[in-house]
Structure formats: structure tokens, C-alpha cells
């Protein structure tokens, strides 16, 4: 099977988008196999715009795509894509494994709805996920001239997609916290709503039965978190850069409490570790 060239996908995909669905009914197969070559280019425009926004319309729209490419497709993100180049820091490899998790979110969106993943499925999903935001080190969010990576807020899509299934033991949750939670102690600087992303997967884990009191617990050893992390950095300015981090997801963390009037003690207890921070 020929794999289509960038232009060449690009092309296809503007005419799907546009309504023409003739090449795409003669070619399905090529295009799917094309889609998923070309899932990281750096061209911002075939990347997102084209490539993701034509697997959320064939996976969550139209349900085009079946549960057997799907479970393909997850095997595929999870042994070739998801920890491509994974070691590298500043690489056009970063988006590659950023929209994978996009992609591997889709899948466990139609999931939850249609419930086709086998429990063996959904555990190396799972695995594969934790492990990816456990390695992950690009947290760069948009990249001049080639748009958006994002890889840390991606991510965390995916991972909303795994709280919200009910094949997500209960037991797992508190080894997704420390997941969550150890997102916002990274040594770089966390600046384009990744806070965000990782509240609403607080929240979700909340709801779906996690103790609150664990996050309340957290919250107030965040200073002695810290301090270790302190101790260990080499860089005074990467230090400074982890409590950037905090401050801005306990602040966001609080607004959102106090917004829909949830959780005081926790509230409480961000408050007090603010003014030791």
C-alpha cells in the first residue's frame, strides 16, 4: 500500500474537510495508513488541523472508523508512536508522541461510549499513558512556526478519557495522582494552561469516588515537597521555576473550588500553603 506523501495527504484531507468524500471511500485504508504516518509533521496545518480534526470527525462524529482499526490504531500509538524519540527534549519528535495521545483520547472517547477495548486493551492503555507522562520531558506548548505540542495538556486529554471509564479500577487512582500531581513539580516552566488539564483530572478522579483527603493531605506537604526538591536540583533557577508551577496550579486549583463551591477544607488548606510559599 502507497503511502501518501504530505502534500498529497494534505490534499485529500482538504477535500474530505470540504465535504468531497469520493477519494476517501475509493481509498480508506491508504489514507488511514497516511494519517497516521504523517501524525507528528511539523507542518502545524496537516498536523492538527487536518489530521487530527479528520480522526475526530471519522472516530467521535461520523463513526467511520470500526472497532477493530480502532483497537489497531491503539496498538499502533502504543508500540510505534507514543514513545517515539522519547529521550529527546527540543526534537520535532515531540509532536509525533503529543498527538498520539490526541489520537489515543479519540479511542477511549468512543470507548466509553461503545465499550469495544478488552480489559487487557484498556490496561496497556492505561500503562502506556502513565508511563508516557512519567518519560515525557518537551513540555514546550507552542513552537513558533509549527504550532501547538503541547505534550503535558494532550496528555492529560487522554488520561480525562481513562478516569471517565468505568474498566478504570478504583485501585488505580491514587497511583494517578502522584501521575497528576508530579506534572506540576517539573523543573520547566508550565505556562500555557497545562494547570488547567491537570485540575479537571483531579476533579474527574473526585467524582469518580478518590477520598478528598488525599489531595488535601498533598496540598499541605507541598512545602516540604519543595524543600526536597530543593535539595536536589542543582539549578537554583529550575527551583524557581517548580514553585512557578505550584503557585499557579493552587491558585487555579482554588478559583475553581471556590467557583463551584466545592471541597472548603481543601480550599483552607491552599490558602495556608500559599502564604508559606
Given at each position: 500500500?502507497?503511502?501518501?506523501?504530505?502534500?498529497?495527504?494534505?490534499?485529500?484531507?482538504?477535500?474530505?474537510?470540504?465535504?468531497?468524500?469520493?477519494?476517501?471511500?475509493?481509498?480508506?485504508?491508504?489514507?488511514?495508513?497516511?494519517?497516521?504516518?504523517?501524525?507528528?509533521?511539523?507542518?502545524?496545518?496537516?498536523?492538527?488541523?487536518?489530521?487530527?480534526?479528520?480522526?475526530?470527525?471519522?472516530?467521535?462524529?461520523?463513526?467511520?472508523?470500526?472497532?477493530?482499526?480502532?483497537?489497531?490504531?491503539?496498538?499502533?500509538?502504543?508500540?510505534a508512536l507514543l514513545f517515539h524519540r522519547i529521550e529527546e527534549t527540543q526534537s520535532d519528535a515531540v509532536f509525533t508522541r503529543a498527538f498520539t495521545t490526541l489520537l489515543m483520547a479519540l479511542i477511549l472517547h468512543r470507548d466509553v461510549e461503545e465499550d469495544f477495548l478488552t480489559e487487557d486493551q484498556f490496561r496497556k492503555a492505561a500503562e502506556g499513558l502513565i508511563r508516557y507522562l512519567q518519560l515525557e520531558r518537551d513540555t514546550r506548548g507552542y513552537v513558533n512556526g509549527k504550532g501547538w505540542a503541547h505534550s503535558i495538556a494532550h496528555a492529560a486529554d487522554a488520561v480525562d478519557e481513562l478516569i471517565a471509564n468505568p474498566k478504570l479500577d478504583p485501585a488505580s487512582f491514587p497511583e494517578l495522582f502522584h501521575v497528576i500531581i508530579n506534572q506540576i513539580m517539573r523543573s520547566e516552566v508550565l505556562a500555557h494552561d497545562e494547570d488547567e488539564r491537570l485540575i479537571h483530572l483531579l476533579l474527574r478522579?473526585?467524582?469518580?469516588?478518590?477520598?478528598?483527603?488525599?489531595?488535601?493531605?498533598?496540598?499541605?506537604?507541598?512545602?516540604?515537597?519543595?524543600?526536597?526538591?530543593?535539595?536536589?536540583?542543582?539549578?537554583?533557577?529550575?527551583?524557581?521555576?517548580?514553585?512557578?508551577?505550584?503557585?499557579?496550579?493552587?491558585?487555579?486549583?482554588?478559583?475553581?473550588?471556590?467557583?463551584?463551591?466545592?471541597?472548603?477544607?481543601?480550599?483552607?488548606?491552599?490558602?495556608?500553603?500559599?502564604?508559606k510559599l
Open positions: 500500500m502507497n503511502v501518501l506523501s504530505e502534500n498529497e495527504l494534505k490534499e485529500a484531507l482538504q477535500m474530505m474537510k470540504d465535504g468531497d468524500l469520493t477519494y476517501y471511500e475509493k481509498n480508506k485504508e491508504a489514507i488511514l495508513t497516511s494519517m497516521v504516518q504523517h501524525i507528528g509533521s511539523p507542518d502545524g496545518e496537516l498536523r492538527d488541523r487536518l489530521i487530527y480534526t479528520m480522526f475526530f470527525r471519522l472516530i467521535i462524529e461520523q463513526k467511520d472508523i470500526d472497532f477493530d482499526k480502532m483497537s489497531e490504531l491503539l496498538e499502533t500509538s502504543l508500540h478522579l473526585l467524582e469518580r469516588g478518590m477520598d478528598s483527603e488525599v489531595i488535601h493531605r498533598y496540598v499541605e506537604q507541598l512545602p516540604h515537597h519543595l524543600e526536597g526538591c530543593k535539595q536536589h536540583l542543582d539549578d537554583e533557577e529550575k527551583y524557581w521555576y517548580v514553585v512557578h508551577n505550584v503557585k499557579t496550579f493552587l491558585k487555579s486549583l482554588y478559583v475553581r473550588l471556590n467557583e463551584e463551591q466545592r471541597h472548603d477544607l481543601i480550599q483552607q488548606s491552599i490558602l495556608v500553603t500559599l502564604k
